[in-house]
């Protein structure tokens, strides 16, 4: 039987699991979501952005099921757009999740199924429920690593490819030193 417990590390959210899997997502796998297309093709492709350490207590696509995970998103930034995950909603449209801020300083954006943004400012002890139906992003807004916790059903799964199409309608830029929240064609 599968292991039913794992080790969090509450200060800064790491994980230690015998079943931990994990992914690492560099610039160069995040062709076409960052809107300054010139500066990221200067940039080193090879830069991680973020990380992700992940513990699926059940097999993916049980019904009923919860895994846990964390992010770890690197400071950084893209012209004037700060380094941010690529966001999804899930497969299964209608899960929910959670995400708990452990470290550092961020904001999530948030698209529902009627296409209305929502954003909400991420700083260490914050807790965010996604309501079904919701696409997710988040966004490091500081100059150290932000990571966050999460908890989703083991049904959910991940659409990428909706959200890389509509986009999330909302860019969190640096402005005069300052994080500014604004709309898709903003300059
Ligand atoms: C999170 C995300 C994680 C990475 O575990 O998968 O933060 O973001 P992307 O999946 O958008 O690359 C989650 O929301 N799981 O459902
Ligand atoms: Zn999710």
């Not at 509450?10 to 297309?37: C, M, N, V, Y």
């Not at 500066?39 to 993916?60: G, L, N």
């Not at 490819?161 to 309608?169: L, M």
Request: proline share 5%; aromatic share 10%; charged share 25%.
């Amino acid at each position: 039987m599968d292991p039913t417990f794992a080790i969090v590390n509450w200060a800064d959210g790491s994980l230690d699991s015998p079943k931990l899997r994990s992914s690492t997502k560099k610039l160069g796998q995040l062709k076409g979501i960052f809107r300054d297309e010139d500066s990221w093709q200067r940039m080193d492709h090879e830069t991680v952005v973020y990380r992700v350490w992940w513990w699926e207590p059940v097999t993916p696509g049980t019904e009923g099921g919860l895994f846990w995970g964390t992010t770890e998103i690197l400071p950084g930034r893209v012209g004037q757009e700060y380094f941010m995950t690529h966001g999804h909603q899930h497969a299964v449209l209608d899960r929910a999740e959670f995400y708990g801020t452990v470290a550092g300083k961020g904001m999530l954006i948030l698209r529902d199924e009627n296409s209305r943004n929502r954003h909400e400012e991420m700083s260490p002890g914050s807790l965010h429920y996604i309501a079904g139906k919701t696409a997710h992003r988040v966004v490091n807004t500081g100059d150290t690593p932000l990571r966050f916790v999460a908890c989703w059903p083991s049904d959910a799964g991940h659409d990428y490819a909706t959200i890389a199409e509509n986009g999330f309608g909302m860019r969190v830029m640096e402005n005069h030193g300052k994080p500014s929240v604004m709309g898709d064609g903003e300059v």
